[in-house]
T-cell receptor
Framework: GAGVSQSPSNKVTEKGKDVELRCDPI?????LYWYRQSLGQGLEFLIY????????KSGLPSDRFSAERTGGSVSTLTIQRTQQEDSAVYLC?????????????FGPGTRLTVL | AQKVTQAQTEISVVEKEDVTLDCVYE???????LFWYKQPPSGELVFLIR??????QNEISGRYSWNFQKSTSSFNFTITASQVVDSAVYFC?????????????FGQGTELSVKP
């Protein structure tokens, strides 16, 4: 079956512009996660969604970052007024449920470069 | 605090050698889950294994084996008879920690290079 897909695969933007990153989880998975992978910080949790519950936003680094999940499926991560330190690979993952035990399956990521 | 430490930043071996990747974790919870993921040069994180804190049995899958020891808070990963295709960055992760929801806490990763 289809895995997690993300688009675009690469995004180059200028400092100060807004960007939107998209994630399509595996069909039937109720939990969706965003992580960021950068050279200096490794893999960092950003936000996760579980069904209709309020998302856990505890990992978002600033209020320039936001995410939404429409219809319990597709998610969009938005970064406003991008900064050079936002340059990283943004990874999306999904799992059948949340709460801990379920394995998260990752997408190929979106490489964001802020000039 | 919850933390995962992979002390080996880079390992280089010659094909057919055995190699062990170390993972040490910290948590105060009694129920938790440990994972290993592989990130090949293509970039996508590939799931390898999940273990829960109540199951300390070692696991073997082909050339891969995992040694989970709660007494030392370690979950080490051994590749037997390594191959060039094993070259990748390997991440150990901790999940299912109370009050942390479903998020995973990753180690910094170990880059394994297998030379022919």
């Amino acid at each position: 079956g289809a895995g997690v897909s993300q688009s675009p695969s690469n995004k180059v933007t200028e400092k100060g512009k807004d960007v939107e990153l998209r994630c399509d989880p595996i069909s039937g998975h109720t939990a969706l996660y965003w992580y960021r992978q950068s050279l200096g910080q490794g893999l960092e949790f950003l936000i996760y969604f579980q069904g209709n519950s309020a998302p856990d936003k505890s990992g978002l680094p600033s209020d320039r970052f936001s995410a939404e999940r429409t219809g319990g499926s597709v998610s969009t991560l938005t970064i406003q007024r991008t900064q050079q330190e936002d340059s990283a690979v943004y990874l999306c993952a999904s799992s059948y449920t949340s709460g801990g035990p379920d394995t998260q399956y990752f997408g190929p990521g979106t490489r964001l470069t802020v000039l | 605090a919850q933390k995962v430490t992979q002390a080996q930043t880079e390992i280089s071996v010659v094909e057919k050698e055995d190699v062990t990747l170390d993972c040490v974790y910290e948590t105060r919870d009694t129920t938790y889950y440990l994972f290993w993921y592989k990130q090949p040069p293509s970039g996508e994180l590939v799931f390898l294994i999940r273990r829960n804190s109540f199951d300390e049995q070692n696991e073997i899958s082909g050339r891969y084996s995992w040694n989970f020891q709660k007494s030392t808070s370690s979950f080490n990963f051994t590749i037997t008879a390594s191959q060039v295709v094993d070259s990748a960055v390997y991440f150990c992760a901790l999940g299912g920690v109370y009050n942390q929801g479903g998020k995973l806490i990753f180690g910094q990763g170990t880059e394994l290079s297998v030379k022919p």
